[in-house]
């Protein structure tokens, strides 16, 4: 690697950095006021309301995943100028999405009939609004995203989060049911969507260039079918759901799935931001500067992940009892499993994000597709067997054994070295074990009172993991290239995934927290 090449890596790793700081101090600073509201709401109204939600939050999701048909990663990793593609970018979103919500408001009712609950109808049409907003915020988020920007959309996000808590929760009083969490979200995502305008400061033009699409279509297309898989992917169960189990127990699954989701939200949502752009750039000059990043980046995220995800599925009735009360206490039995399938999606999308920051869209969708196949008959089953209890095993078992190990061969394919990884992991998951065994036993001799165990429980279990998992030198950047006759200084390697990447996906937090995704991957 020559010093002009380490130099302009470096500005990329610093200019990553930079957005990441910024996504977390996002993602960070909207959490306390969506888990308050999310507690609030789930006291206020009903499972049924959830129930409706959860119906409308799947078309929701599904449409957002394909409703710019890939544009903005498109427009994200453009190799020149933003100006050549914006107006054409622009135009082709606005279009699509338009269009797109048309069609769903067309079919809003066989869709609800068909997810259980007639009923939902009128809420699927007002949530899938946001899809229009989206699509006419597109350009201009992918523009920030691209020039690391992540202040900006921090102030655009957070102001779109206040706005959004505080209209749910007046909706909710005043008997909206279902409907105040739909109302809440687009006119969160509304004021967020102006922001982004006035921010991203992209001259506005309405024009479509032939070349500078069909080279948009080209790598967005792919992307959009991969993407429009997993909609499928993390929104089948709902659908499932509230068809066999009906819409009640389709409220307490919506509920679990939700605080699974808290993993994802937090880490995922903050460390995705920005790596599809790193990504993009670093995969250009050296696949062996990838594959580096990417060996030392999943130690690094399993073992933040381990102890999350061992503790809320050992403590599951506790969280749900002592945050939400005990008419969801049936949610805690989907919750240990959904965990699982947290920690499975986190891994699964940084590698889908590493895919497609170096082009490979098409690897990304043969993942999608081949976990979908396994998954919705899984599903089927697991609900007529087990109920939600059951929907969430078959949910993680599909993810362990087909989703993980499909992600691991597209990233093999594309020239990350995978081999280093697996011996990294036995020390944080050997600590998980013995973090796990001894969590119960705390809990099981603290007495009869959830948050008693939960408090002493928790804190014995984290103690104990940060004893075994975290070596002192855990975290410390250690130089890695050993270049031939020329040592130049070579890049600190990216943490967690390459400084993360910018999914931007409406997690399934949605219902409750109010977060506006403005594009995704």
């Known amino acids: 690697m020559t010093v002009a090449a380490t130099d ?41 309301d959830f129930g409706a939600f959860a119906i409308a939050s799947a078309a929701t999701l599904f449409v957002m995943h394909i409703n710019d048909v890939g544009l903005i990663a498109a427009v994200v990793q453009w190799r020149g100028r933003l100006s050549e593609v914006a107006p054409t970018a622009t135009t082709l979103a606005a279009l699509f999405s338009v269009a797109i919500y048309a069609v769903f408001w067309a079919i809003a009712p066989v869709f609800a009939r068909l997810a259980g609950d007639p009923d939902a109808a009128g809420v699927v049409r007002l949530l899938t609004l946001i899809i229009v907003i989206d699509g006419l915020t597109a350009v201009r988020s992918a523009a920030l995203m691209r020039r690391f920007q992540q202040d900006r ?13 505080g209209t749910s929760v007046a909706l909710a009083l005043a ?82 799935f939700n605080v699974s989701g808290w993993t994802q939200g937090m880490i995922g949502t903050a460390i995705r931001y920005v790596s599809v752009a ?93 976990w979908a196949i396994a998954l919705i008959p899984a599903l089927i089953v697991g609900a007529r067997l087990d109920g939600i209890r059951g929907t969430a095993i078959a949910h993680a078992l599909i993810g362990v054994l087909i989703a993980l190990p499909l992600a691991i061969i597209a990233l093999s394919r594309a020239g990350v070295r995978m081999k280093p990884i697996p011996h990294t992991l036995i020390r944080p998951l050997t600590a998980g074990a013995i973090t796990a065994v001894l969590t119960l036993v705390v809990a099981h001799v603290t007495g ?25 030198n855990q975290f410390r950047q250690q130089p890695v290239y050993r270049g031939g006759r020329h040592r130049a200084s070579a890049p600190r390697p990216i943490p967690i995934a390459g400084y993360a990447s910018f999914d931007q996906e409406v997690t399934r937090e949605l219902p409750i927290v109010g977060v506006h995704r403005p594009a995704r991957t």
């Open 8 to 48: 302009e890596a470096n500005a990329i790793g610093k200019a990553a950095g930079k957005g990441l700081k910024w996504s977390l101090l996002s993602t960070v600073g909207a959490k306390p006021l969506t888990f308050v509201v999310g507690i609030v709401l789930a006291r206020i109204l009903t499972p049924a």
């Open 153 to 165: 959309l921090a102030i655009a996000t957070l102001s779109g989060v206040v706005v959004s808590a």
């Open 175 to 256: 008997g909206a049911g279902a409907y105040s969490f739909a109302g809440g979200q687009v006119i969160g995502n509304a004021i967020t969507g102006v922001l982004v305008l006035i921010l991203a400061k992209v001259p506005f033009g309405v024009r479509v260039d032939r070349e500078v699409a069909r080279q948009l279509m080209r790598f967005g297309i792919p992307l959009a079918a991969s993407l429009g898989v997993e909609a499928v992917l993390t929104n089948a169960d709902y659908v499932i759901v509230g068809r066999v189990l009906g819409v009640v127990a389709l409220g307490y699954y919506l509920l679990a």
């Open 278 to 370: 790193a990504f993009s750039r670093l995969s250009d000059r050296d696949t062996e500067e990838l594959s580096r990043g990417v060996q030392r980046s999943v130690p690094m995220l399993v073992t933040v992940l381990t102890p999350i995800v061992v503790l809320m599925t050992v403590l599951a009735p506790q969280v749900v009892s002592v945050l939400y009360g005990a008419k969801w206490a049936p949610a805690a039995t989907a919750l240990r499993f959904l965990m699982i399938l947290a920690a499975v999606r986190l891994l699964t999308g940084v590698a889908l994000d590493i895919l497609t920051g170096a082009g490979k869209t098409r690897s990304s969708l043969w993942v999608n597709v081949g």
């Open 448 to 472: 009869p009172h959830a948050v008693v165990q939960l408090i002493v429980a928790g804190l014995a279990g984290l103690g104990c993991y940060a004893a075994i998992a975290v070596r002192p």
